[in-house]
């Protein structure tokens, strides 16, 4: 149609481009570490959302939505003149263009190349669109102090959520996650992931024991709150923390969870985050060595050196 074709000249607008796609951990890490660049290069971001958001029937898929919204962040969004930029077409004419237009203009496609750390993202220029999951501390951790910032809550705790909340700083808590969900429903997750056993859980819990000798006390959180109820007993006091107290999103969980002074977490980025964010001083925290059971990837750079994987 004429007119219809976009210009090749760059627009005015210098930025970069972060593709979101999973649930709210992989969306916090994601918006990490295009919040780096962004402040490294003092430019735009703003969070492509049609992959995240597109509801095209998938086998074994499961679709999650936009997460971020329970922090006090204010985003961009990306604009489909603004991922035109960046996108490669499936037709040879198409393609031919979308290269040309990236050459002229100075966009660049970064792709996670692999799951570890890969320096080379951190010298991104500006204009880029960042498409991968960037699993690591490291490619924000020179500007933690502004993260921690953007991950605060934008809704208070309820009034059942602030009495637990005290209850929580009051005692010696561990956050203990259990993660089930589509690691057991879906079978090319369950395959993938695996899903963290009875053992693991108290073989942690006994070495924080030699660690912390006394009044340890678990505050259990899970996407299978029955599962836990019924299978999971410990060596400690412990209280499975019902789904009343999710709050919008499941916002209220996580800033529940990272308020505990101690957590043993599954192969979850939802609970890496819960104990990221913790501020507790003399946090021990305990991860899976094995972080996909069905999968060969380097997961070196992922669980931060004082944690301790089991």
Not at 39 to 50: G, I
Not at 139 to 161: H, N, P, V
Not at 169 to 186: T, Y
Not at 226 to 254: D, T
Request: glycine share 6%; net charge neutral; with cysteine.
């Amino acid at each position: 149609m004429p007119g219809h074709e976009t210009s090749l000249a760059k627009p005015n607008q210098t930025l970069i481009v972060v593709n979101l796609k999973g649930g709210m951990g992989n969306q916090m890490f994601q918006w990490a570490a295009g919040r780096y660049l962004s402040t490294k290069l003092r430019v735009a971001l703003k969070l492509d959302l049609e992959f995240l958001l597109d509801r095209t029937p998938r086998a074994n898929f499961t679709f999650r939505d936009y997460d971020l919204d329970v922090f006090q962040i204010e985003p961009e969004f990306a604009d489909p003149e603004d991922r035109e930029w960046f996108r490669s077409k499936h037709d040879l004419a198409s393609r031919f263009r979308s290269k040309l237009k990236r050459s002229l203009s100075g966009s660049r496609l970064v792709k996670e190349r692999f799951f570890h750390f890969d320096p080379d993202v951190l010298q991104a220029r500006d204009f880029s669109y960042l498409d991968g999951y960037w699993q690591s501390e490291k490619y924000f951790q020179t500007i933690e102090k502004e993260i921690r910032q953007d991950f605060q809550f934008r809704e208070g705790l309820s009034q059942a959520g602030a009495s637990l909340a005290r209850e929580i700083r009051a005692s010696n808590s561990i956050c203990l996650n259990v993660r089930r969900g589509d690691f057991v429903a879906n079978p090319e997750a369950a395959e993938f992931h695996g899903v963290m056993g009875l053992d693991y859980f108290t073989s942690a819990v006994l070495k924080l024991q030699e660690l912390v000798p006394s009044g340890l006390e678990a505050f259990v959180f899970s996407d299978d709150i029955e599962w836990c109820e019924e299978h999971l007993k410990l060596p400690i006091p412990m209280r499975v923390v019902s789904h009343a107290f999710k709050g919008y999103k499941f916002g209220q969980y996580l800033q529940l969870m990272s308020l505990c002074k101690h957590f043993i977490i599954p192969n979850s980025s939802f609970a890496w985050w819960a104990a990221w964010l913790s501020e507790s001083p003399d946090k021990r925290v305990f991860a899976p060595k094995v972080w996909f059971a069905g999968s060969q990837e380097d997961t070196r750079d992922l669980i931060p050196a004082n944690w301790i994987r089991i």
